[in-house]
């Protein structure tokens, strides 16, 4: 095959892989002895991509009905291609919204379900999972089941966070939140350093529902994680009044910057000027929720600014019995391996939830995107064995460089979910290019 | 309006019952599931819970002894229906086309025949009460003989002259035609294909579609660059056709 001429896909870091998705509105049945379903593909390594000698995946983003809706529970159920972006355009006007949204709109319930998403309100919702009431799936089989919270318990809880690799998630009933205005009550702190930080997270998180943090990830020395802490609350009527924010116009990123746009120089630069465009130490704004939660998708394909070349996200979570010296010591390191980029969050995370993969766990988490290079693999090596020695754990829904005795040694909960994809899943026939990337899965 | 849809399950046509259901319009949609009709009608009710549930029956353009029924039920939902979308049809590449004959005959009748009939059941009831719109889905490959479109193409310009005459015979009597003519849009239908440039998007054309029925246009290319691509195409002499693939 010639790989110019070879159709290939990619997930939301660009690195490509041979590939073509099959699509069609009728979900069910474009996933009969299919081995993968990817949605809107904003899963940023090889999760929704398929293994090497698998060249067809099933998009699900055409199976986007909403198939009922009680405005009197707020329970909503739609196949697995209905987005985010759908959700909040339709429902945020009647006053409801995702009861956790992830920092894009452009994915889909299935995926959702699939990496578990959490959200700035994790500390106190928890993961998308805990509020699924139902799913429908093919398995492996190609039979089809409905599975939940009280039905068919073990392959429900390997499907939260299972990267797809438990069945194909054909639809998704869960419960919205009612959101008393359409805006936010956000209350932004300039902090100075990271042991600050951890100190301001620790304040805002039983103040209000919803916190996050931006770090300068370049500086080094006293001031060390110094960035901007925010934290909500959906506003009340009285604050905000009658007007709902006006419709989001995004602006597309048109061309691939060159590789070496994303550099020490510019990511410090841009760091500087946004640590200081917040001048005053706090501020309280009302605020829109596209900007609040999805800062990035006012730039439609912003990851073309990593150029060709690709990029990955590191993301980590370090538990809160291994204290502040180890998130410092992670900072640290991760200003030390170099590599970073002007993105870098940091979460409160509230208590593991019951997905089997399901990422967060109750600690610190911290998201930094990197743009691939010759050192890639050595910086998430170093990177793993840190958080390995601090029991903490990485979302593979941002991997692709893990390795997988890594893996294992920071999953421990590895083994059941291995026992529900025995169960569901004995010849493995569903299968992605993370998973016999990480757990050895064969074509 | 008070629209009734066939082909409003999938595609171009889903997009159109959206977008017309979310405004406030009434919406009815014929096809040839009842379970894919009653996920779609329910799709639509909740874009607009304060109208009432969108309804739907069964129609097959295979069947056209079924068409007058299923406008009956159209009716009977909408309080007479004024507004009649079609954007059913048959899509198969040419290499399936010629390899089956069977396929190739199915195809042009539904396209051309089967959907002339029900536009002839559809323009009757709403010259009866006094006019109203009529949008056929046509396609820019009727607009030339082509080598990769060679029948499903002239399935689509036997449907793009009627349409035409349509609206030059009725257009007087109040009632708009419009002959939707679409480039390549991604939709399930052309899923698997490889998209050409300015290949568009079935919310796009939804919106051209929608915009195009209310200002009483009798033809719409979308996206609209295909207008100069088939002005160009018209316009290219036999030699150069018969050298090129497209």
């Known amino acids: 095959m010639d790989p110019r001429t070879t159709p290939t896909l990619t997930g939301w870091g660009r690195l490509p892989a041979p590939g073509v998705e099959r699509l069609s509105e009728d979900l069910e049945r474009i996933t009969r002895g299919a081995v993968l379903t990817r949605g809107l593909g904003r899963s940023y390594g090889d999760s929704s991509l398929p293994a090497k000698g698998d060249d067809l995946v099933v998009g699900s983003r055409m199976a986007d009905r909403i198939l009922g809706f009680d405005p009197a529970t707020g329970v909503l159920r739609a196949e697995a291609g209905f987005s985010l972006f759908e959700l909040n355009r339709l429902f945020m006007p009647h006053g409801w919204f995702s009861p956790v949204t992830p920092g894009t709109k452009f994915v889909t319930l299935g995926g959702m379900v699939a990496s578990d998403v959490h959200g700035k309100n994790h500390h106190v919702e928890g993961c998308f999972g805990a509020h699924v009431r139902s799913l429908r799936m093919r398995l492996a089989d190609d039979s089809i089941v409905e599975c939940g919270p009280e039905q068919e318990t073990e392959l429900f809880h390997a499907t939260l966070g299972g990267m797809g690799l438990t069945g194909h998630i054909l639809e998704v009933e869960f419960v919205l939140a009612r959101i008393p205005t359409r805006w936010i009550h956000m209350e932004s702190e300039r902090v100075g350093s990271i042991d600050e930080f951890l100190a301001a997270l620790g304040r805002a998180a039983p103040a209000f529902p919803m916190t996050m943090g931006w770090i300068d990830c370049l500086h080094r020395g006293r001031a060390m994680g110094r960035g901007i802490l925010m934290a909500g609350r959906w506003a009340e009527a009285s604050e905000a009044g009658e007007r709902g924010p006006r419709d989001p116009r995004p602006l597309v990123m048109p061309v691939d910057l060159p590789n070496l746009a994303i550099n020490d120089l510019t990511v410090a630069a841009f760091n500087t000027l946004f640590y200081w465009k917040h001048l005053r130490r706090r501020a309280t704004t009302l605020i829109a929720p596209d900007p609040f939660f999805y800062p990035l998708d006012a730039i439609l394909q912003w990851n073309r600014v990593y150029g060709p070349r690709g990029f990955t996200q590191y993301q980590c979570v370090i538990p809160r019995a291994a204290g502040a010296p180890a998130v410092r010591e992670f900072m640290d390191l991760l200003t030390k391996l170099g590599g970073a980029s002007p993105l870098c969050v940091i979460k409160d995370c509230g208590p593991e939830g019951k997905g089997l993969l399901s990422f967060p766990l109750e600690g610190t988490s911290i998201a930094v995107d990197m743009a691939v290079s010759a050192e890639i693999q050595r910086i998430v090596d170093r990177l793993n064995e840190f958080v390995i020695a601090a029991g903490g754990r990485i979302y593979l829904t941002k991997d692709r460089f893990t390795r997988p005795e890594h893996f294992r040694a920071m999953e421990p909960r590895l083994e059941r979910f291995l026992a529900a994809r025995e169960k569901y899943d004995p010849h493995r026939r569903l299968r992605s290019g993370q998973s016999v990337r990480l757990l050895g899965d064969v074509v | ?246």
């Not at chain 2, 009977?76 to 010629?98: K, P, S, W």
């Not at chain 2, 949008?135 to 030339?144: E, I, K, L, T, Y």
Request: glycine content about 10%.
């Open chain 2, 1 to 246: 309006m008070k629209a009734v849809i066939i082909g409003g399950t999938t595609g171009m046509g889903r997009a159109i019952a959206r977008q017309l259901a979310e405004r406030g319009d009434a919406v009815f949609l014929l096809g040839r599931e009842e379970d894919d009709l009653r996920r779609s009608a329910e799709d639509l009710t909740a874009r607009h819970p304060k109208r009432a549930p969108a309804g739907h029956a069964l129609c097959d353009l295979e069947r056209p002894e079924g068409f007058a029924a299923a406008l009956d039920a159209a009716d009977a939902a909408l309080g007479d229906f004024d507004a009649v979308i079609v954007t059913a049809g048959l899509f198969a590449t040419q290499d399936a086309l010629e390899a089956d004959v069977e396929l190739a005959r199915r195809l042009v009748t539904v396209n051309y025949a089967n959907t002339v009939v029900f536009c002839e059941h559809a323009r009757k009831r709403l010259l009866a009460r006094g006019g109203g719109r009529l949008a056929v889905f046509s396609s820019v490959a009727g607009d030339r003989g082509r080598k990769p479109v060679a029948i499903y193409g002239s399935s689509k310009a036997g449907l793009s002259v009627y349409l035409e005459a349509l609206d030059h015979k009725f257009h007087a009597q109040g009632l708009s035609v419009l002959c939707v003519k679409p480039g390549f849009v991604k939709t399930g239908m052309t899923a698997g294909l490889k998209p050409p440039p300015f290949a568009g998007e079935p919310e796009q054309v939804a919106r051209d579609v929608v915009r195009a029925m209310d200002r009483r246009r009798p033809m719409l290319y979308t996206p609209g660059m295909w207008a100069l691509v088939m002005l160009v195409i018209r316009w290219l002499p036999r030699f150069v056709m018969r050298k090129i693939n497209f």
